[in-house]
C-alpha cells in the first residue's frame, strides 16, 4: 500500500440535553447582580456587536477541531442555549470540517465573547485556556468582511471551493424560524450568501481545480511513487457527495477502476450509471478490511460520526493523511490564489458597505418603537380623559368616533417624522440624514431616558429563566 488518505474523520458526540442545560444556565444568575449594581446604564451607551468567535483550519489542528464541532441537526438548540446567555442576541453557527465558527449579535463584547468561548469549552470538554489559544475573535466590520471571504472561498484551504457557498446557504436554511437567529444574523448570512455568488460569477476564482477532494485526489497522487492512478488500485470508502467527487477527480487523473464501499448499494449503482466508463466495484463495510488490505491508496469520506477506519486497520507502511494536509497541495499555487483573491475583494468591499448600511438602518428601528409609544401613551390618556368628562351618556358610536379621531390625528402627525426614519430603499434619503433625524427625535422628545433598550432585555432574560 503506497499511501492512504483519511481526510475526514468522525466527530465526538454530542452532550446529553442534561449536560446542556446546565451550561446553558450556568452564568445566568449574573444578570440579577448585572443589574444591581446598575451597570446596565453603562451598557446602553454601548451598541450591540456582531462578533464572530471561530477556530478554524488556520488556527487550530482538525483535532480541536473535531471536538468543538456542533452536528447540523443541533444547531438550532445551540442557538437558543447561546440567546439565553445573559449578553447574547442572535446567533448562528457554522460549523464544517474546515471550521467551527460562532456568530453573534452581543450586548456587551467583552461579557458576550467571555460567556460563549465558556460555553463551548463547557460542551466540547477543551479547557478555555486551551480554546483560547486556537480561537480567533473579530468583530463589527471585521466579523461582517470575514464570513463574506468565507462565503466566496477565500479564506478557504481551496480556494474558491464552492461547497463553503452550500454550506453558508444551509446556515440560513436551518436557521429560519428559529429565534435567535434573527433579523441582524441572517441579514448578514443572506448578505453573504450574495458576496459568494457574486465573487462566483463575476471573478475568476471557481475556474481550475477547486474543491477539497480534488485537493485530496492531487495529495494522493503526488504520493504515489509511479505519480498515475492508471495502474494504482483505489478504494473509495463512502458514496455520498464527497465520495463522488473524490470519484469524479479520479476519473479525471486517468483512474479507470476503482472499489467503493458504502452501506447501501443504490448510491455506488448510481454512480456507476453516471460514470459509464470506468469500473466501480461495490463492496459493503463487511469487506471493508479486505478491500483496505488490497488498495494502494484509500479515501474515506463519510459523515459517520464515529471513525469506521482506524489506524490499526492499516499497514504500518502506509502514509495517513487529514484534511489538514492539504495545504501541501495548496500551498503550490499561491500566485494565483492571490491575484484571485484581490479580484474578489473588490466586491467584498461593495457589500460590506452596503451591509453597514443596512445594519446601520436598523438603528433607527428603537427610536420608531419608542416614539409610537410615547405618542400612543398621551393619545390614550387624553382620550379616557374626555371619555370620563362626557360620563355615562355616550353611545358605543360616539365613543369609537372619538377613539378614530384620536387615533387619525395621532397617524396623521407621526406620519411625518416617521418618513424621516426609516431607511427601507423606497427613498433616496442618506443614512447620514435619517441618523441625524433619529437622534434630534430621541433629543426633542427626551425618549433615551425611557427604560434603557439593555435593562428591558436583560429583564426579559431573568424572567425566562425564572420560569
Ligand atoms: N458536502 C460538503 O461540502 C463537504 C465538504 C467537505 C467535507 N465534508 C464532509 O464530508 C463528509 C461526507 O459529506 P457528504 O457531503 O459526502 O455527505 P452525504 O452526501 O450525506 O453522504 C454521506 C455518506 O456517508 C455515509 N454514512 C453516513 N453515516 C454513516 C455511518 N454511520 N456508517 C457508514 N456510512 C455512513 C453515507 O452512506 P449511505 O449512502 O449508506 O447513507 C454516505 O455515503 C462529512 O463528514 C462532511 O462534513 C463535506
Not at 137 to 159: I, M, P, R, W
Not at 311 to 329: G, P, S
Request: proline residues 2%; aromatic residues 6%; neutral net charge.
Amino acid at each position: 500500500m503506497a499511501a492512504a488518505c483519511e481526510w475526514l474523520r468522525g466527530r465526538l458526540p454530542w452532550p446529553n440535553n442534561a449536560e446542556r442545560t446546565s451550561a446553558a444556565s450556568f452564568s445566568k444568575s449574573s444578570a440579577l447582580e448585572l443589574l444591581k449594581t446598575s451597570s446596565a446604564d453603562r451598557y446602553t451607551k454601548e451598541r450591540s456587536s456582531i462578533v464572530v468567535i471561530g477556530l478554524n483550519v488556520h488556527t487550530a489542528p482538525v483535532e480541536i477541531r473535531e471536538k468543538l464541532a456542533i452536528p447540523e441537526a443541533q444547531w438550532s438548540q445551540a442557538i437558543g442555549e447561546l440567546c439565553a446567555l445573559n449578553h447574547i442576541e442572535e446567533a448562528a453557527v457554522l460549523s464544517t470540517c474546515n471550521r467551527m465558527e460562532i456568530y453573534l449579535v452581543a450586548l456587551s463584547q467583552h461579557r458576550g465573547v467571555k460567556e460563549v468561548t465558556e460555553w463551548m469549552s463547557k460542551l466540547s470538554g477543551v479547557p478555555v485556556s486551551e480554546l483560547s489559544k486556537h480561537r480567533f475573535l473579530l468583530y463589527n466590520k471585521d466579523a461582517t468582511q470575514h464570513l463574506f471571504e468565507v462565503a466566496a472561498g477565500l479564506d478557504s484551504l481551496v480556494l474558491g471551493e464552492g461547497q463553503i457557498l452550500a454550506q453558508v446557504k444551509h446556515v440560513v436554511k436551518v436557521g429560519q424560524g428559529v429565534p435567535g437567529f434573527d433579523r441582524k444574523i441572517s441579514g448578514l448570512f443572506k448578505h453573504a450568501i450574495t458576496v459568494g455568488k457574486r465573487v462566483r460569477t463575476e471573478t475568476n476564482i471557481a475556474s481550475g481545480s477547486v474543491s477539497v477532494s480534488s485537493a485530496a485526489v492531487e495529495l494522493a497522487l503526488m504520493k504515489l511513487p509511479e505519480h498515475s492512478y492508471a495502474t494504482a488500485r483505489v478504494l473509495v470508502i463512502g458514496a455520498g457527495k464527497m465520495g463522488k467527487l473524490v470519484i469524479k477527480h479520479l476519473v479525471a487523473k486517468g483512474c479507470r477502476e476503482m472499489v467503493v464501499v458504502n452501506r447501501s448499494e443504490d448510491r455506488v449503482s448510481a454512480l456507476r450509471v453516471e460514470f459509464k466508463d470506468v469500473e466501480i466495484i461495490y463492496k459493503s463495510f463487511s469487506d471493508m478490511q479486505a478491500s483496505a488490505g488490497e488498495a494502494d491508496v484509500i479515501f474515506t469520506c463519510t459523515a459517520s460520526e464515529t471513525p469506521l477506519f482506524l489506524k490499526e486497520h492499516i499497514l504500518q507502511t502506509a502514509c495517513v493523511y487529514n484534511v489538514d494536509d492539504l495545504k501541501e497541495v495548496v500551498a503550490a499555487n499561491k500566485e494565483d490564489r492571490l491575484r484571485k483573491a484581490m479580484e474578489a475583494q473588490t466586491i467584498i468591499i461593495e457589500e460590506l458597505n452596503k451591509f453597514e448600511a443596512w445594519k446601520d438602518s436598523l438603528e433607527t428601528v428603537p427610536t420608531i418603537k419608542k416614539f409610537r409609544a410615547y405618542a400612543e401613551r398621551i393619545r390614550a390618556s387624553e382620550v379616557d380623559k374626555c371619555l370620563s368628562k362626557m360620563g355615562d351618556d355616550i353611545s358605543k358610536k360616539q365613543q369609537k368616533a372619538i377613539y378614530d379621531l384620536s387615533m387619525g390625528i395621532v397617524n396623521k402627525l407621526l406620519h411625518g417624522p416617521m418618513q424621516h426614519l426609516r431607511c427601507d430603499g423606497s427613498d433616496n434619503r442618506p443614512l447620514s440624514e435619517i441618523l441625524e433625524n433619529m437622534n434630534a427625535i430621541n433629543r426633542m422628545f427626551d425618549l433615551e431616558t425611557d427604560i434603557s433598550m439593555l435593562e428591558e432585555k436583560i429583564r426579559a432574560k431573568m424572567e425566562r429563566s425564572q420560569n
